[in-house]
């Protein structure tokens, strides 16, 4: 493959997401500001200028006409796709962490950091049709794990949300009461600190990644264990592909080998997994730092990875990755 | 840049051609042949008077076919915002990779890595290379440990004679037990990887027995003829100290174990100085 490399941010990449239709890629960055490509040809499209502190995640509605964005300066914004104009924006007491669309666009849940002695909180937001007619108000406000929340996103059919994060236990919460339903096994759990989640194309199963350097893919419904995959390195984000049975999982270095390992240039990869038989496909290798995100074209036919050395690599997959035979 | 000259006799052009030095040859273009490469060489004068030759290989490639939705066709007729307003053709925010880079796929175990992937206990890795060689001496198991490392070592009387040699590479980690106020060097800590000592461990792996040697042939013939396989480690011939010829038969060790496969395949029945060499794995068929 001969990846595009796309270096529109000048700190590290926090967050990667294609639109429903594959052809714009969007990209959050801990500099203030998302950037949004086209997925073919990596050419930028433009800029959301607006936010004062790291982007840490985004989303984008069905029909690619609103943005929606998370930032440590305590505010969600919503934009314009088109023209970059800020819509909205909802205020918070601390930083939020992830936001993400529920299906059909009506909602968003968004997730706050703990912060000068407020604890994290998972919250609802109301989208008007109309950015005129939008209100601030949270439909619904749930506290409840202790750490940070790093990922929450809507279940099947926006019944449940689910969140996961720094205390490691997965928790199904119900939409409309608030209440907890559900909470992964702690002993079968991740042993650190879930740093990343991602849903299958048809949201019936997601995949986690933590820094116990292994990822975990559960059952959406059940919130069982299906599957796990062991990896070198403590896993910074994960991705599931749409079109064939593969997951692949981006991670970093542990500090403590910085000075042992040889300082190979462009060795961070991105190592495919078989979902099915857990074993390892191979590794695509490339950026110079730790890979902090990943994301598959919802066609299955590229995917992109964004580095703590701020570049965007966009692959499109040769025809022999289609072929791959385990 | 051809300098047209008008009819030439080809007279002239035979004789001193220091009179047309101020010509140029013409612009050759190597047509796109069937992998896309397209080559164009051209020469000019460079600022110094020289004549220069300028060869640009291009190559033109299709990385994928953009299926657009006509919402999606839409999008990409927006117009820039944003940064990207004022961005010129020229910015270089977006560049295809020089290098062409793969899905890598895992190795075998067994086969060489490169990579100092030793995960967990490196001496489990040493375990499974060169089972057959490590023998404690304390316990008399084979194949799990050196006699240093050995979690019986109570039960065996000290041996005085071990204690003047300092404790070599393969004992490497044992310094670092606790209460121990010795320095030990980062690459030999618990836990370390990239460990030097695996280096030796696999080069027994690919080592080479070759038998029938003639009697004259000695390490320096060896390694001229097995290098073309690869890079070699180490050759030994065995020679008979009374006579000094070779007892006909001798050991060569490989980096790779793929090239001490191929040397195998090779040089097995070849003949050198008019005997046939019998070229085999050294320790019974690894793996």
Same mark, same amino acid.
């Given at each position: 493959?001969?990846p595009? %490399?796309?270096?529109?941010?000048?700190?590290?990449?926090?967050f990667?997401?294609y639109?429903?239709?594959?052809?714009?890629?969007? +990209?959050?960055?801990?500099?203030?500001?998302?950037?949004?490509?086209f997925?073919?040809?990596?050419?930028?499209l433009?800029?959301?200028?607006?936010h004062?502190?790291?982007?840490?995640c985004?989303?984008?509605?069905?029909?690619?006409?609103?943005?929606?964005?998370a930032?440590?300066?305590?505010t969600v914004?919503?934009? &314009?796709?088109?023209?970059?104009?800020?819509?909205?924006?909802?205020?918070?007491?601390s /930083?939020?962490? +992830?936001?993400?669309? +529920?299906?059909?666009?009506?909602?968003?849940?968004?997730?706050?950091?703990?912060?000068?002695?407020?604890?994290?909180? #998972?919250?609802?937001?109301?989208?008007?049709?109309?950015?005129? =007619?939008?209100?601030?108000?949270?439909v619904?406000? #749930?506290?409840?794990?202790?750490?940070?929340?790093?990922?929450?996103?809507?279940?099947?059919?926006?019944?449940? !949300?689910?969140s996961?994060g720094?205390?490691?236990?997965?928790?199904?919460?119900?939409?409309?009461?608030?209440k907890?339903?559900?909470?992964?096994?702690?002993?079968?759990?991740?042993?650190?600190? #879930?740093?990343?989640?991602?849903?299958?194309a048809?949201g019936?199963?997601?995949?986690?990644g933590?820094?116990d350097?292994?990822?975990?893919?559960?059952?959406?419904?059940?919130?069982?264990?299906?599957?796990?995959?062991?990896?070198?390195? @403590?896993?910074?984000?994960?991705? !599931?592909?749409?079109?064939?049975d593969?997951?692949v999982?981006?991670?970093?270095?542990?500090?403590?080998?910085?000075?042992?390992?040889?300082?190979?240039?462009?060795?961070?990869?991105?190592?495919?997994?078989?979902? &099915?038989?857990? =074993?390892?496909?191979?590794?695509?290798?490339?950026?110079?730092? $730790?890979?902090?995100?990943?994301?598959? &074209?919802?066609?299955?036919?590229s995917?992109?990875?964004?580095?703590?050395d701020g570049?965007?690599?966009?692959?499109?997959f040769?025809?022999?990755?289609?072929?791959?035979?385990? | 840049?051809?300098?047209?000259?008008?009819?030439?006799?080809?007279?002239?052009l035979?004789?001193?051609?220091?009179?047309?030095?101020?010509?140029l040859?013409?612009?050759?273009?190597?047509? $796109?042949?069937? &992998?896309?490469?397209?080559?164009? #060489?051209?020469?000019?004068?460079?600022?110094?008077?020289?004549?220069?030759?300028?060869?640009?290989?291009t190559r033109?490639r299709?990385?994928?076919?953009?299926?657009?939705s006509?919402?999606?066709?839409?999008r990409?007729?927006?117009?820039?915002?944003?940064?990207?307003a004022?961005?010129?053709?020229?910015?270089r925010?977006?560049?295809?990779?020089?290098?062409?880079? %793969?899905?890598e796929?895992?190795?075998?175990?067994g086969s060489?890595?490169?990579?100092?992937?030793?995960?967990?206990?490196?001496?489990?890795?040493?375990?499974?290379?060169?089972?057959?060689?490590?023998?404690?001496?304390?316990?008399?198991?084979?194949?799990?440990h050196?006699?240093?490392k050995?979690?019986?070592?109570?039960?065996?009387?000290p041996?005085?004679?071990?204690?003047?040699?300092?404790?070599?590479?393969?004992?490497?980690?044992?310094p670092?037990?606790?209460?121990?106020?010795?320095?030990? /060097?980062? +690459?030999?800590?618990?836990?370390?990887?990239?460990?030097?000592?695996?280096?030796?461990?696999?080069?027994?792996?690919?080592?080479?027995?070759v038998?029938?040697?003639s009697?004259?042939?000695?390490?320096?013939?060896?390694?001229?003829?097995?290098?073309?396989?690869? /890079?070699v480690?180490?050759?030994?011939?065995?020679?008979?100290?009374?006579?000094?010829?070779?007892?006909?038969?001798?050991?060569?060790?490989?980096?790779?174990?793929?090239?001490? =496969?191929?040397?195998i395949?090779?040089?097995?029945?070849?003949?050198?100085?008019?005997?046939?060499?019998?070229?085999?794995?050294?320790t @019974?068929? /690894?793996?």
């Open positions: 493959m001969r595009i %490399l796309m270096k529109g941010h000048e700190r590290p990449l926090t990667l997401r639109n429903r239709e594959g052809d714009l890629l969007f +990209s959050c960055a801990k500099d203030h500001t998302p950037n949004v490509w997925a073919d040809n990596g050419e930028r433009g800029t959301y200028r607006g004062n502190g790291a982007v840490w985004c989303d984008v509605s069905r029909d690619s006409m609103r943005l929606i964005t930032s440590a300066d305590q914004k919503l934009w &314009n796709v088109q023209d970059g104009v800020q819509l909205y924006s909802f205020n918070f007491d /930083p939020a962490k +992830s936001v993400d669309f +529920s299906v059909g666009d009506k909602l968003v849940v968004v997730t706050t950091d703990p912060f000068m002695g407020l604890p994290s909180t #998972i919250q609802v937001k109301r989208i008007a049709r109309d950015p005129n =007619e939008q209100t601030t108000e949270s619904l406000t #749930i506290k409840g794990p202790v750490g940070r929340i790093n990922r929450a996103v809507w279940g099947p059919l926006n019944k449940t !949300i689910i996961a720094e205390d490691t236990v997965i928790r199904v919460w119900d939409t409309e009461t608030g907890l339903l559900k909470e992964a096994d702690k002993e079968i759990g991740h042993q650190k600190t #879930i740093t990343s989640l991602s849903k299958s048809d019936s199963h997601f995949l986690t933590s820094s350097k292994s990822a975990k893919l559960w059952d959406a419904r059940t919130l069982t264990l299906l599957k796990t995959y062991v990896t070198e390195r @403590p896993v910074n984000a994960c991705a !599931i592909s749409p079109l064939l593969h997951v999982i981006g991670g970093g270095q542990e500090a403590v080998h910085v000075t042992t390992t040889d300082r190979r240039a462009g060795k961070f990869e991105a190592k495919f997994f078989h979902k &099915n038989l857990q =074993e390892e496909i191979g590794g695509v290798k490339g950026h110079f730092g $730790p890979i902090n995100a990943l994301a598959f &074209n919802p066609d299955g036919r995917f992109s990875s964004g580095g703590e570049y965007v690599r966009l692959h499109h040769d025809p022999d990755y289609f072929s791959i035979r385990m | 840049m051809a300098v047209s000259m008008g009819k030439l006799r080809w007279g002239e035979e004789d001193d051609a220091e009179d047309l030095d101020f010509l040859p013409p612009r050759v273009v190597i047509g $796109p042949d069937e &992998n896309g490469v397209k080559k164009v #060489i051209e020469y000019r004068f460079d600022d110094a008077g020289n004549k220069v030759r300028v060869t640009t290989t033109v299709k990385l994928t076919r953009a299926r657009l006509k919402r999606a066709l839409e990409r007729s927006w117009p820039k915002f944003g940064d990207a004022h961005e010129d053709v020229g910015a925010l977006t560049m295809v990779s020089t290098e062409e880079i %793969l899905l796929r895992p190795r075998a175990p060489k890595a490169d990579e100092p992937k030793a995960a967990g206990d490196p001496f489990a890795a040493m375990g499974k290379a060169g089972a057959v060689l490590m023998v404690c001496r304390t316990c008399g198991k084979k194949g799990d050196w006699t240093s050995c979690p019986y070592k109570d039960l065996a009387p041996t005085d004679t071990f204690l003047d040699k300092p404790p070599g590479a393969e004992a490497a980690a044992s670092a037990g606790p209460g121990k106020n010795t320095y030990v /060097p980062p +690459s030999m800590r618990a836990g370390a990887e990239n460990r030097g000592t695996e280096m030796r461990r696999r080069n027994d792996e690919n080592s080479v027995r038998t029938n040697l009697e004259d042939t000695r390490e320096p013939d060896l390694l001229e003829l097995f290098r073309t396989f690869g /890079p480690t180490r050759v030994y011939v065995a020679v008979d100290q009374k006579t000094g010829a070779s007892r006909g038969f001798g050991f060569v060790n490989f980096v790779n174990r793929d090239d001490a =496969e191929k040397a395949n090779k040089l097995n029945g070849y003949g050198y100085d008019n005997l046939i060499l019998r070229v085999e794995w050294a @019974p068929r /690894p793996n």
